[in-house]
């Protein structure tokens, strides 16, 4: 059963970096798919930031490009989401998940979400 | 690149059926049979509903359908149940390798 679980700190002060790991288990991230990163301030929807594929090719939200660094790390089965100059519309709750995608030599299409972490709440605050 | 459109509540009572679309361009929706849709109760992360306009994951109940008709994407469920009442969004694969979710639907089961 795939299991995904994010850990990382709940409160961050205003202009810095919010650092936010995933560890996947029971199901090897380089044995296909990417793997996403969704977040949801509190009270409002889903906003997709963005996906990662093992070899580290990474696809984004336009809207967070510049700010968004997500990085993989295969020896522990785990991905990373940095979102940098963070203000007080950046706190939200963060899930990680499970992105099922297609390469068809040039171009990747990006699916669905399947599996889900449990989410966790990220301060934004001095 | 602006969030797919949906009603901000729908509500239906025990054993009838609603409808949720999810409205959104030739450059998301409507180029590509890519519409998935998550259902959120309370405190809990997004479940998978639909996938791909209107394929159902193993284990999901048999009253949830998708469709879709142009740019306009739909949840139907039918049946209503008490444990349908929570959010619903749809999500939907953009041109520039991206995915876009609609606004989100409270469902209210009265």
């Known amino acids: 059963q795939v299991q995904l679980q994010e850990s990382g700190p709940g409160l961050v002060k205003p202009s810095e970096t919010l650092s936010l790991t995933c560890t996947v288990s029971?199901?090897?991230?380089?044995?296909?798919?990417?793997w996403g990163w969704v977040r949801q301030p509190p009270g409002k929807g889903l906003e997709w930031i963005g996906s990662i594929e093992y070899s580290g090719r990474t696809y984004h939200n336009p809207s967070l490009k510049s700010r968004i660094t997500i990085s993989v790390d295969t020896s522990r089965n785990q991905f990373s989401l940095k979102l940098s100059f963070v203000t007080a519309a950046d706190t939200a709750v963060y899930y990680c998940?499970?992105?099922?995608?297609?390469?068809?030599?040039?171009?990747?299409?990006?699916?669905?979400?399947?599996?889900w972490g449990q989410g966790t709440l990220v301060t934004v605050s001095s | 690149q602006s969030a797919l459109t949906q009603p901000a509540s729908v509500s239906g009572s025990p054993g009838q059926s609603i409808t949720i679309s999810c409205t959104g361009t030739?450059?998301?929706?409507?180029?590509?049979?890519?519409v998935s849709w998550y259902q959120q109760h309370p405190g809990k992360a997004p479940k998978l509903m639909i996938f791909?306009?209107?394929k159902r994951p193993s284990g999901v109940s048999n009253r949830f359908s998708g469709s879709k008709s142009g740019s306009t994407a739909s949840l139907t469920v039918s049946g209503l149940q008490a444990e349908d009442e929570a959010d619903y969004y749809c999500c939907s694969y953009a041109s520039t390798s991206t995915l876009i979710f609609g606004g989100g639907t409270k469902l209210t089961v009265l």
């Open positions: 029971g199901y090897s991230i380089t044995s296909g798919y990417y």
């Open positions: 030739s450059s998301d929706v409507g180029g590509y049979n890519l």
């Open positions: 791909e306009d209107s």
């Open positions: 998940a499970r992105n099922p995608h297609m390469w068809n030599g040039a171009q990747t299409t990006l699916y669905y979400l399947d599996y």
